[in-house]
DNA sequence: TCGCCTACCACATTTGAATAGA
DNA sequence: ATCTATTCAAATGTGGTAGGCG
């Protein structure tokens, strides 16, 4: 995968698109109880943000309120459809993998976690329906904190074992397809099968960082960009599936879980006995992305409708070019800026990455969400808390900002 | 002592280049 | 000369496991 700072390593390793933190701490509030609400979902994380997004930041600023979350996996049944937060009306998203989802939630999921980087397994894979097929979209995945918990594993279930590390830095994985027009998202699911988590604070290839032994939960984004180099960027759309919840871990804990996963992963067929296939309708996790080969070919996006950015993206490299573009500077087309040779290639990927996928790095927003944003590790602080290497003009109310929100979802 | 993390292993899959055949 | 199918090797992803660390 590339990233950033492979290409502009001046930018230093992650883009803040927040503020600095002044008076952050990394306290957690006491939270464990029940009922305990996203937090990132009680509070704007980046007002600031939403602000410029033209077309209802009402909406967005303020969301409703979410049902409480379970206070632990596996004992609840999962809703019939997807809690969404989002200014694109019509627009709807539908989890392709539904069932194995709720098979692996049933358990309670579990997600390896490693320092180079772990692909999650299932991965997330959408539909999405009610897309201006002329207008073009960015697709982005992030990945939350539940709650103020840590877990343990007490040989039957996962229960909370004291207070959730501090919160880091919050990355988004940018669909590597993205920017692309609506008609081509509509085509055929959407897979974030590529995106790896790490345990790594100081990871340099912009996977989504967390910490083991916590409980998350992901949410896919959508951002609409009126176009191509657009200075406005229209509606977003949030969409969480509740079955998707994990808990990280280094090694799993639950044995059924690792049943699961070698019987539905066909890269862990190595450990089946029998040489026995999972059974629900083959892998479950194929993808238009190459998730899975043997069910559903490759296709590669439309030249004429997939990002395809005709001329350097927003004069040149920066940051704001990235962000508004970054599968451009991904599977690096001729005319897109080359990587800096300092950053020959990231260490996880001895070949190149066509389906290379961008990070952004998101700071909690002032304003105090129901987590205050953390202090992050040394190695960070820098870039977070004191601007980075580079600036990214920070938008007052009524202005607009070529970069991604975090919808409050 | 215990819980967690890391590095390494063997195995299967994926991927792309090279080659052969139509 | 071009296209398609096949083969092969390297890269990648997987869970298991032993050992280290706090």
Not at 181 to 206: E, I, Y
Request: charged share 15%; net charge negative.
């Amino acid at each position: 995968m590339y990233h950033p700072q492979e290409l502009y390593p001046s930018l230093g390793t992650s883009y803040r698109l927040g503020p600095p933190q002044p008076g952050a701490d990394s306290s957690f509030p006491p939270a464990l109880a029940e009922g305990y609400c996203y937090p990132d979902l009680n509070s704007p994380k980046l007002d600031c943000f939403l602000s410029g997004i033209e077309a209802t930041p009402h909406t967005l600023a303020a969301p409703p309120p979410l049902p409480p979350l379970p206070p632990a996996l596996g004992t609840e049944p999962a809703p019939a459809a997807a809690e969404a937060l989002h200014s694109l009306p019509g627009v709807s998203l539908s989890l392709e993998n539904r069932e194995l989802w709720k098979e692996f939630n049933s358990v309670g999921t579990e997600m390896i976690i490693t320092k180079a980087g772990r692909r999650m397994f299932p991965a997330c894979r959408v539909s999405v329906t009610g897309l201006d097929p002329e207008a073009r979209y960015l697709f982005l995945l992030d990945v939350v904190p539940v709650d103020g918990a840590r877990y343990r594993w007490q040989g039957q279930r996962w229960e909370p074992s004291g207070k959730a590390e501090p919160r880091l830095p919050d990355r988004v994985y940018i669909h590597p397809d993205s920017p692309a027009t609506g008609a081509h998202w509509m085509r055929q699911p959407v897979s974030f099968h590529r995106v790896k988590l790490t345990n790594s604070t100081l990871d340099p290839h912009g996977h989504l960082i967390l910490h083991s032994m916590h409980k998350y939960q992901p949410r896919v984004h959508l951002v609409q960009a009126a176009q191509l180099c657009s200075q406005h960027w229209g509606g977003v759309a949030s969409f969480r599936f509740p079955e998707t919840m994990f808990i990280s871990v280094t090694a799993y804990q639950n044995p059924q879980i690792t049943q699961l996963k070698i019987a539905a992963n066909p890269f862990a067929k190595g450990f089946r006995e029998n040489g026995r296939n999972y059974a629900p309708g083959g892998p479950c996790d194929s993808t238009l992305g190459g998730d899975i080969r043997e069910s559903e070919p490759e296709q590669a996006p439309e030249p004429q409708e997939a990002a395809p950015a005709p001329a350097p993206p927003c004069g040149g490299p920066s940051a704001e070019a990235y962000l508004l573009h970054p599968a451009a500077f991904h599977g690096a087309p001729s005319h897109l800026p080359t990587r800096n040779p300092s950053f020959p290639e990231a260490p996880d990927s001895g070949r190149s990455a066509p389906y290379s996928a961008a990070f952004l790095d998101l700071h909690s927003g002032p304003g105090g969400s129901g987590y205050p944003a953390a202090v992050p590790p040394a190695p960070f602080a820098s870039h977070f808390l004191q601007g980075g290497p580079f600036s990214l003009s920070y938008p007052g109310p009524g202005a607009c900002l070529d970069v991604g929100s975090k919808p409050m979802f």
